[in-house]
Every structure is written in C-alpha cells, then in structure tokens.
C-alpha cells in the first residue's frame, strides 16, 4: 500500500484530498506546516509527498530542499 503525505495548511482542502485518497485505497498522513513534514519524513519513507508551495513559516520550496 502506497503511503502518501499531504502537506496543506488549509484544513478542509488536505481532508478532501486524504479522504479521497483512502476510498482509492492510500494510507495518508496530513500535517499542516513544513516543519512537521520535514520532521516527519526524516522518520518515515513516503511513496509521495504531496507539498502545498505557499505554506507559512517555510514555504514548499524550502521544505523540498529540506527533505
């Protein structure tokens, strides 16, 4: 099973698309800042990382060069 994180500050957007995810058979975690993704993907290996570019505190750009 392909895991995927859903990095999307805006709440009802990232539950839409993890909802839609997992009816198609994706386990997902969603976090809603570039820190935490960051952290995150330190400690777990992700199929796909699905990264919102206009993120507060560290945009998407920044996350992806982290990761």
Same mark, same amino acid.
């Given at each position: 099973?392909?895991?995927i994180?859903?990095?999307?500050?805006?709440?009802n957007?990232?539950?839409?698309?993890?909802?839609? &995810?997992q009816?198609s =058979?994706?386990?997902?975690t969603?976090?809603t800042?570039?820190?935490? @993704?960051i952290?995150?993907s330190?400690?777990?290996?992700y199929?796909?990382v &699905?990264?919102?570019? =206009?993120?507060?505190?560290?945009?998407g750009?920044?996350?992806?060069? @982290?990761?």
């Open positions: 099973m392909c895991h994180l859903i990095v999307e500050d805006e709440r957007l990232s539950a839409f698309i993890s909802k839609g &995810l009816k =058979g994706f386990r997902t969603v976090v800042n570039g820190w935490q @993704a952290t995150l330190a400690q777990t290996v199929d796909l &699905l990264l919102d570019i =206009g993120l507060t505190e560290i945009d750009w920044g996350v992806l060069k @982290a990761i």
